[in-house]
């Protein structure tokens, strides 16, 4: 291991060129736990324009919540003076001046199914109350309640899929509503039913990137009892549809099994892309391993620069920098290298 030591605003760094099984220098006898340095609300608030949702370092997926439709503060789709959430959208921007991405949204209620977001009539739509205190984040996982409907929503991510983890109040009314239409205008999309625990579709949008793909291939951990298409806020009884406005409800049972998990590839190049994406790194279930390895690819990347220093605070601000550093550029190869 090469290690270069220097001193900067009364910090000790050490940058380390290290080979597996190295330990970070000066941590003992134990690899030090790096990402608990990190806090993602740092940038949600004035002109950060930053997100605090899961993903790992250059990860295609930023699975992230929304709270603004737009506007320069929206550009990360989260500021933190907001008190609505709209749902959990797949792909996000960090410290960007021009709003995108924020594609694939899905969001869980219960009750009424709702096919719009109620950002007209407050109240009204599909979107919920959260608060601080009932939030949370860290490198590689998020998690809230959405007081509307008590529903506590869990997200975590591989570098091409994210994983949800929604636990619901428990009735046989509990509801994932996935919107295509959501932020940007919508040149074309698609969504298919493929049975009662698979969805696919794609996206294709404009705003800083002039079009812009998003396929993507969801698949459900309990099977749904009911289903629908929207285009254009009405209901087709198809399985699959086409155009500018589409939405999906999607009916489960939660009274015996409270918890539902959704995981979600997705892919610029096909919906076999996302498929197949899913299948390579997410093959099971288990959102508590997938978190603790989003938190290892963390503890890998920013593990390149260690502090010895023993205030906290002046490591939460630079770790919190690096992991933004390294959240871009994104990935866009698929795992079969297209």
């Known amino acids: ?11 000790l760094i050490v940058l380390s060129a290290c080979v597996p099984g190295d330990r970070n220098p000066g941590s003992g006898s134990e690899k030090e736990d790096i990402s608990q340095y990190v806090n993602p609300f740092i940038g949600t608030d004035a002109h950060g324009h930053t997100y605090p949702g899961a993903s790992v370092p250059f990860g295609m997926v930023q699975l992230s919540p929304d709270t603004r439709l737009g506007g320069w503060d929206g550009c990360g789709g989260y500021h933190y003076s907001d008190s609505v959430i709209y749902g959990f959208s797949h792909t996000h921007l960090s410290g960007t001046g021009v709003p995108d991405y924020c594609d694939i949204l899905f969001m869980p209620t219960t009750g009424r199914i709702r096919l719009n977001n109620g950002s007209i009539r407050p109240g009204t739509g599909y979107s919920s109350r959260f608060d601080h205190t009932h939030e949370r984040a860290e490198a590689g996982y998020y998690k809230v309640d959405l007081l509307d409907y008590d529903i506590h929503a869990e997200l975590t991510a591989t570098s091409r899929a994210g994983l949800h983890r929604y636990t619901f109040p428990g009735d046989d009314s509990s509801h994932v509503i996935i919107d295509l239409f959501h932020r940007d205008k919508v040149i074309e999309s698609a ?6 625990t698979t969805i696919a579709g794609y996206r294709r949008s404009s705003f800083w990137a002039n079009d812009q793909h998003v396929f993507f291939y969801a698949v459900f951990s309990n099977p749904f ?10 209901i087709i009884n198809e399985k699959k549809a086409s155009g500018t406005n589409l939405k999906t409800f999607l009916t489960f049972d939660t009274r015996e099994n409270r918890t539902l998990l959704i995981k979600v590839g997705i892919s610029a190049v ?13 093959a099971g279930w288990d959102f508590d391993k997938a978190r603790l390895d ?15 220093d023993e205030d906290s605070v002046r490591k939460t601000t630079f770790y919190s920098a690096l992991y933004h550093a390294f959240l ?11």
């Open 270 to 282: 096909d919906s076999e892309g996302a498929k197949n994406n899913l299948l390579a790194e997410m």
């Open 1 to 11: 291991m090469k290690t270069i030591f220097f001193h900067l605003t009364g910090l």
């Open 191 to 196: 969504i298919e039913i493929i049975n009662d």
């Open 328 to 338: 871009v550029p994104n990935l866009f190869l698929d795992a079969d290298r297209r």
């Open 294 to 308: 989003a938190k290892a690819a963390w503890n890998k990347e920013l593990g390149k620069i260690y502090i010895r």
């Open 225 to 234: 009892t009911r289903s629908g298409i929207a285009s254009d806020d009405q």
